[in-house]
Nanobody
Framework: QVQLVESGGGLVQPGGSLKLSCAASGRIISINDMDWYRQAPGKQRELVATITSGKTTKYIDSVKGRFTISRVNANRTMYLQMNSLNLEDTAVYYC?????????WGQGIQVTVSS
């Protein structure tokens, strides 16, 4: 069965960096855009960054210049490099992708920015 497995979260001090990864596995016939979402405490889930199969990227304004989204391995592995982290980046981060013409989500990983 298709799975999206996330890793790389954890606790970091303000100004620090983390790199998240999302690996799609299973019987993959087709995979299209991949995205990173996040949900902070008491807030709705928001789209943070997206990357198409053609490597076109898009970011929300609050992370531009700090976060970088990329994908490798036949477009099956996605990364989110997060630099200059601040308290507002604290959230559960979710990987999303359309695989085999269906939507799949990762399990969610906690990113906590705290001094």
């Amino acid at each position: 069965q298709v799975q999206l497995v996330e890793s790389g979260g954890g606790l970091v001090q303000p100004g620090g960096s983390l790199k998240l990864s999302c690996a799609a596995s299973g019987r993959i016939i087709s995979i299209n855009d991949m995205d990173w979402y996040r949900q902070a405490p008491g807030k709705q889930r928001e789209l943070v960054a997206t990357i198409t199969s053609g490597k076109t990227t898009k970011y929300i304004d609050s992370v531009k210049g700090r976060f970088t989204i990329s994908r490798v391995n036949a477009n099956r592995t996605m990364y989110l490099q997060m630099n200059s982290l601040n308290l507002e980046d604290t959230a559960v981060y979710y990987c999303h992708a359309q695989v085999n013409w269906r939507d799949y989500w990762g399990q969610g990983i906690q990113v906590t920015v705290s001094s």
